[in-house]
Structures are given as structure tokens and as C-alpha cells.
């Protein structure tokens, strides 16, 4: 008995993947891809002296971080602004801000 093994369509020929079928492709009509923008939230720390107000730091930070102080993680950008309360008109040379880190240890 003389048996013909069946015959199956493998369809279009396989593509060589050792070359590039297109050298330039086409540019992708998406658009750039922007980050979104979380929501802040503004946190203040007061400065008395006396029980006077003097100054007031504004840090302003991402919301979902936390809920008691302004959080910033390597990298990012602080945002804040300074406000003074004088008695009177006077010439301030600068306002000097120092930011640290909290360990988990100090909390």
C-alpha cells in the first residue's frame, strides 16, 4: 500500500527575522506622551515667636503622599512659597529655607 503523506497549506512564507524589512517606519500618529498631574495640597508651618506670627512656609506637594506633612521624594522639584509678617516696612537681604530628610527612626 503506497501511502501520500497529507498536505497542508502553511499559508504565505515565513519572514526572515535576521533582517529589516522596513528601514524607516512610519512615524506613530499617537500623540507625546505628557504626565499626568497629580493633585496637591498645600501645607503650612507657622514661625512665632512670643506667640507672634513671623513667618509662614508654604510647601506645596503631591496629595497622595501624605496627609500631615508635605512629602517629596528624590529628584522631584519643592515648591513653596514664604511669607513674612512685619510690623513695619523693612529691607529683607534673604530668606534661607533648609529642607532634611525624616527617617523612619524620628517619626
Do not use: C
Not at 499559508?11 to 517606519?25: E, K
Not at 501624605?66 to 513695619?88: E, I, N, R
Request: aromatic share 8%; hydrophobic share 35%; net charge negative.
Amino acid at each position: 500500500m503506497n501511502t501520500v503523506p497529507p498536505y497542508y497549506d502553511d499559508g504565505p512564507p515565513l519572514v526572515d527575522w535576521n533582517s529589516d524589512p522596513d528601514p524607516n517606519p512610519p512615524v506613530s500618529d499617537l500623540p507625546a506622551y505628557t504626565p499626568s498631574q497629580q493633585p496637591t495640597r498645600e501645607f503650612h508651618y507657622e514661625l512665632k515667636r512670643d506667640g507672634k506670627l513671623l513667618a509662614v512656609l508654604t510647601m506645596i506637594s503631591d496629595a497622595a503622599y501624605s496627609k500631615q506633612m508635605a512629602t517629596f521624594f528624590g529628584g522631584t522639584p519643592l515648591k513653596g512659597k514664604v511669607h513674612l509678617t512685619l510690623d513695619k516696612p523693612d529691607a529683607i537681604l534673604s530668606v534661607a529655607v533648609s529642607v532634611s530628610t525624616l527617617s523612619s527612626q524620628s517619626r
